[in-house]
């Protein structure tokens, strides 16, 4: 073999190492069809970091796609891409070791999603686990049909569901890791990253949405649209601590949300464990007035520091009238208004209750506990001492930073 030969042999042995070695995150790969065995095929080659496109097209599937690297699968957009689950769910999402460590993008978009399996997205990890997933973003995708949980989710998934529609009725579930959430994420605070965010959302039909939510999960609700014939009851769900080793939900928050339709079952939200927020959401409808109850219907005494605290109301309107909480069961006598919940009160003092308006006109003196919300400012103080204002909220950036870029 001559010399020049040679060379050129190395050269290109080395030049294919090189491109192999050096491949970064973001490529991209097509599949060859919407068919389940085509969009498997591509996600096998895909990489943590890269994109795979699913073209235009219908087709059923009917098995699922077990996903283990943070990757984005995108569709040609809602009613071009049209996926119909025959008997299990779409995409399941169990993210390796590689993907918690290095906290990949985890996309799902521009698809629409048919059938009613148990659930069509599943994001789902281990009880032990101790590294939550914070990247994760499905959006722009529309849900036809579905009978059972749209999205699941069940472990520390962070980031934001977003710019969806969900027509028919709709539950969704949300849990944490049980008692590894508690034991590492507690105190928990609001208006933080460490949250799984539903936003810009149309809800559209009969039964319209439902959350369920608990085993130290964490979500916030806002900037959402619901237009329905039947508002459910409860709309929402914080699961409080259960019988067997069954931990609470550990926080939610509720806000800027716009929903219509008639009341026939008139609960709004179901408090039962953790800490929760809600405020500044409207409605309207042509029966009955709708409710928020804070309750603890087991005995939580072995482990206090999951029946509902530090929770707020102020600034939910139905009808152009205000809804207060109120308490309901309590078993362990463990729940009081302006204890561990408070309301918006009228002429605020800085006794009781929260007050709301402009920061200059609140209040200079102040009995612990009670909040005033700042309508210039958006923040929430807390009096964490008599005469003390200390500010404890401020909204997490909108829109979500997942959503930008």
Same mark, same amino acid.
């Given at each position: ?195 799984? %965010? /539903?936003?810009? #959302?149309?809800?559209? $039909? =009969?039964? +319209? ?7 130290? !999960? ?93 929770? %707020? /109301?102020?600034? #939910?309107?139905?009808? $152009? =009238?205000? +809804? ?7 078993? !362990? ?73």
């Amino acid at each position: 073999m001559n010399r020049l030969l040679m060379l050129f042999i190395i050269s290109v042995l080395f030049f294919g190492f090189y491109c192999e070695a050096t491949r970064s995150s973001g490529s991209t790969t097509t599949a060859a069809s919407a068919s389940f065995s085509d969009v498997s095929a591509a996600v096998a080659v895909a990489r943590a970091g890269d994109t795979v496109i699913v073209p235009a097209g219908s087709a059923t599937w009917s098995g699922y796609l077990n996903i283990t690297k943070g990757i984005s699968i995108i569709g040609a957009g809602i009613g071009n891409t049209i996926i119909t689950a025959a008997s299990t769910h779409i995409f399941r999402f169990s993210p390796d070791a590689l993907t918690r460590t290095n906290q990949d993008l985890f996309r799902i978009s521009g698809f629409t999603f048919r059938g009613s399996p148990t659930d069509l997205i599943l994001l789902e990890e281990s009880n032990s686990e101790t590294v939550p997933i914070r990247n994760v973003r499905i959006d722009h995708n529309r849900w036809e049909n579905s009978g059972g949980y749209p999205i699941y989710i069940d472990g520390n998934f962070w980031g934001v569901i977003d710019s969806n529609q969900f027509a028919g009725a709709n539950f969704f579930m949300v849990l944490g890791n049980q008692a590894a959430s508690w034991d590492q994420f507690y105190p928990a605070n609001y208006g933080t990253a460490d949250n799984l %965010y /539903f936003e810009d #959302n149309t809800f559209s $039909g =009969s039964h +319209v949405i439902g959350i369920q939510s608990g085993q130290g !999960g964490r979500w916030a609700f806002r900037y959402n649209t619901l237009t329905s014939t039947l508002l459910d009851s409860p709309m929402f769900d914080q699961h409080g601590n259960q019988p067997g080793g069954i931990y609470a939900l550990m926080l939610c928050e509720i806000y800027e949300n716009a929903w219509t339709g008639t009341t026939q079952y008139s609960r709004w939200d179901y408090q039962r464990g953790g800490k929760l927020l809600m405020y500044n959401n409207t409605g309207s409808g042509s029966m009955g007035n709708p409710s928020i109850t804070v309750n603890d219907d087991v005995d939580s005494s072995a482990v206090p520091i999951q029946w509902p605290y530090d929770s %707020y /109301f102020f600034n #939910n309107l139905w009808n $152009g =009238s205000r +809804v207060n909480a109120t308490e309901g069961v309590d078993v !362990g006598n463990h729940i009081e208004e302006n204890r561990e919940f408070w309301n918006q009160t009228n002429s605020f003092n800085g006794t009781a209750g929260i007050g709301v308006g402009l920061l200059a006109n609140r209040p200079a003196t102040c009995t612990t506990g009670v909040a005033y919300w700042a309508t210039d400012t958006k923040t929430l103080y807390k009096a964490t001492a008599p005469n003390t204002w200390t500010p404890c909220y401020t909204p997490y950036a909108y829109p979500h930073p997942l959503r930008v870029g």
